[in-house]
């Protein structure tokens, strides 16, 4: 299984970019899906969560700005990043927990690579 995060890139501030999380490979469900993000020198933080019934949970300073989405038939999650500031930028990874195809009912978590979101103010 692996996670292909795409669609960062430069924005200025107040710009929008939507975030791609695709899930490949011996994928039978994915549960949740999670996008962190990391700024230099600052720890990772959880920006957004969506679990396998659709609840969502946000960084209190990206809510009401950022909407987790995912799409099951694709094994694609998306983050929808509107209002963008300067504090946003980061590198931003998305996380899954799935289920493997011929390895039962127990989930393993999978990490994709990071997308560089840069905002400019």
């Known amino acids: 299984v692996q996670l292909q995060a795409y669609g960062g890139g430069l924005v200025q501030a107040g710009g929008s970019l939507t975030l791609s999380c695709a899930a490949s490979?011996?994928?039978?469900?994915?549960?949740?899906t999670a996008w962190y993000r990391q700024a230099p020198g600052k720890q990772r933080e959880l920006a957004a969560l969506i679990t396998n019934d659709g609840s969502t949970n946000y960084l209190d300073s990206v809510k009401g700005r950022f909407t987790i989405s995912r799409d099951n038939a694709k094994n694609t999650a998306y983050l929808q990043m509107n209002s963008l500031k300067a504090e946003d930028t980061a590198v931003y990874h998305c996380?899954?927990?799935?289920?493997?195809?011929?390895?039962?009912?127990?989930?393993?978590?999978?990490w994709g690579q990071g997308t560089q979101v840069t905002v400019s103010s």
């Open positions: 490979g011996t994928v039978f469900s994915i549960n949740a």
């Open positions: 996380a899954a927990t799935v289920q493997v195809i011929g390895m039962g009912t127990k989930l393993y978590p999978y």
